[in-house]
């Protein structure tokens, strides 16, 4: 699986899990939702994520095709 889904997988379920836990819970939940969104729009800025480096470290979410190149389209066969 391609790291930047598997990025945007984490950051959706993370958010909605905030706002469940907010809505039945504490409303203290909400300030995880704030720091997942701000983690996501500093991303944007930088370049740089956090949860990837820690994905990249684990070798989680390598390319959809071994032995291809970086960027190169994956065939189906």
């Not at 944007?44 to 960027?71: A, Q």
């Amino acid at each position: 699986m391609k790291l930047q889904l598997l990025i945007r997988r984490f950051a959706g379920t993370f958010i909605l899990a905030s706002l469940l836990l907010a809505h039945y819970h504490s409303q203290a939940w909400l300030w995880f939702t704030a720091f997942v969104g701000f983690n996501l729009l500093q991303s944007s800025f930088t370049n740089f994520c956090p949860l990837e480096s820690i994905l990249k470290k684990l070798g989680v979410g390598g390319s959809c095709c071994h032995g291809e190149k970086p960027g190169a389209a994956c065939s189906t066969k």
